[in-house]
């Protein structure tokens, strides 16, 4: 019997939600390339897994070996993949004031919801591919963090609620290089039910 180590089984791309092509402020065309490259994640990542199953673990080396190489650029393919299924699955919405749960959490967490909002944005700003707004199962808060690429700088035991994209492929298209409008445009098209619905399966409690 297979275990978890040697299931090398292929993943196939979420489908993009049809509300994603009707965005106001992120166009069709941004967004159909940038699942373009969401679809490139998913198949370099099957791409790697099926490499590690044939791979000389008795090379592996720090400095470089094909062990070390495949597993690291892995980390990049499934952060890719991961970071985009939040992006793609919470926008699509109406934006405006959080309600619910997340409200709670919000304000309970950063004072008040534009509190966080400011704090977001200019995570995103300082950010060179993502902020995210996760919850730390040890801390038991949320917290804006930063990442620079797919795979940096993921806190260990923290579950990401909000996935801000602010690698250039997310608006370079609609935004040339105004970053902050296109911010403005994806707190915008946010969809709260959707994050709410994470906070529900998640059990995290106000
Ligand atoms: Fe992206």
């Given at each position: 019997?297979?275990t978890?180590?040697?299931?090398?089984?292929?993943i196939?791309?979420?489908?993009?939600k049809?509300?994603?092509?009707?965005m106001?402020g992120i166009?069709?065309?941004?967004v159909?390339?940038?699942?373009?490259?969401?679809?490139?994640?998913?198949?370099?990542?099957?791409?790697?897994?099926?490499?590690?199953?044939?791979?000389?673990?008795?090379?592996?080396n720090?400095?470089?070996?094909?062990l070390?190489?495949?597993?690291v650029?892995?980390?990049?393919?499934?952060?890719?993949?991961?970071?985009h299924e939040?992006?793609?699955?919470?926008?699509?919405?109406g934006?405006?004031a959080?309600?619910?749960a997340?409200?709670?959490?919000?304000?309970?967490?950063?004072?008040?919801?534009?509190?966080?909002?400011d704090?977001?944005?200019?995570?995103g700003?300082?950010?060179?591919?993502?902020?995210?707004?996760?919850y730390?199962?040890d801390e038991?808060?949320?917290?804006?963090?930063i990442?620079?690429?797919?795979?940096?700088?993921?806190?260990?035991?923290?579950?990401?609620?909000?996935?801000?994209?602010?690698?250039?492929?997310?608006?370079?298209?609609?935004?040339?290089?105004?970053?902050?409008?296109?911010?403005?445009?994806f707190?915008?098209?946010?969809?709260?039910?959707?994050?709410?619905?994470?906070?529900?399966?998640?059990?995290?409690?106000?």
């Amino acid at each position: 019997m297979a275990t978890l180590a040697f299931n090398r089984q292929e993943i196939a791309a979420r489908l993009l939600k049809p509300a994603l092509l009707e965005m106001d402020g992120i166009s069709r065309a941004a967004v159909e390339a940038h699942y373009k490259l969401y679809e490139g994640y998913v198949s370099k990542r099957n791409e790697i897994l099926a490499r590690l199953g044939e791979v000389d673990l008795g090379s592996a080396n720090q400095v470089y070996s094909e062990l070390r190489a495949l597993k690291v650029e892995l980390s990049f393919a499934v952060g890719g993949i991961k970071n985009h299924e939040i992006y793609f699955e919470h926008l699509g919405g109406g934006g405006g004031a959080p309600d619910g749960a997340i409200a709670a959490l919000l304000e309970r967490d950063f004072g008040s919801v534009q509190a966080w909002r400011d704090d977001l944005k200019a995570s995103g700003m300082a950010g060179r591919g993502w902020a995210w707004t996760a919850y730390d199962w040890d801390e038991l808060r949320l917290f804006n963090y930063i990442g620079d690429a797919q795979n940096t700088f993921p806190i260990w035991n923290a579950t990401p609620l909000i996935a801000l994209d602010v690698y250039e492929h997310a608006y370079f298209l609609d935004y040339q290089t105004d970053r902050a409008s296109y911010i403005e445009a994806f707190f915008a098209n946010l969809d709260w039910d959707v994050v709410n619905d994470w906070v529900a399966r998640y059990e995290l409690e106000v």
